[in-house]
């Protein structure tokens, strides 16, 4: 059987449109799901506000983390690499 692939129309309001700047992700999960804080860190404050909270299943993680994936090697062959500075190799707890 050929199933027509379906078309999805998407809004997005004007507040949305604007967009949050983030440079900060917590990640957390449990069986049932991922959650993603997304925060921002200024010089000088001492503590991180929380401006955006996603709550995806781990099936949906999964497939962020594939499109993301997907997307970076779409940038770095148009862009160049992209460099993370003043990181080492090691996997941290926070943040990007």
Known sequence: MNNPERQINIELG??????IYSNL????H????????????LPGKPKA?????????????KSLLKALEENIKRYE????????HGQNHKVKNIGF
Request: hydrophobic share 45%.
């Open 14 to 19: 004007d507040q949305e449109a604007e967009g």
């Open 25 to 28: 992700v917590l990640i957390s």
């Open 30 to 41: 449990s069986p049932a799901e991922f959650v993603f804080d997304f925060t921002r860190i």
């Open 49 to 61: 506000k929380v401006y955006a909270r996603i709550v995806m299943a781990p099936q949906h993680a």
């Open 77 to 84: 062959d148009q862009f160049g690499e992209i460099k993370v």
